[in-house]
């Protein structure tokens, strides 16, 4: 248990970011640089997918749909709409 405790303080050092490194990421991104998805097409067999993928999954009233994490690693924000409701998955 102390390990674990070690390791999650270096952890949290290590992600602990300076306004410099702020300013430096903002320099290097314009703003919108990442296009998110605004109309998203799914394949119902799922035959993009492979059984190792990882998707980000979201069901309402019943409807669901399975979100690609490599595809939302590229795009970061898919805007979809679920009936008349707009969601926005975010990763």
Sequence with gaps: MKS??????????????????IDRARQ???RD??????????????????DSDEVLAVEINGEAR?????????HEVCNDRFGNSGISVTW
């Excluded at 952890?11 to 300076?18: K, M, Q, R």
């Excluded at 640089?33 to 492979?50: C, E, Q, R, T, Y």
């Excluded at 399975?66 to 590229?74: E, Q, T, V």
């Design 33 to 50: 640089a990442i296009k998110s998805i605004d109309k998203p097409v799914f394949k119902k067999d799922g035959s993009f997918l492979k």
């Design 28 to 30: 290097m991104l314009p």
């Design 4 to 21: 674990v405790s070690i390791l999650t303080v270096i952890l949290l050092i290590s992600t602990v970011a300076t306004a410099q490194d």
């Design 66 to 74: 399975a979100y690609p994490l490599l595809i939302l690693n590229a």
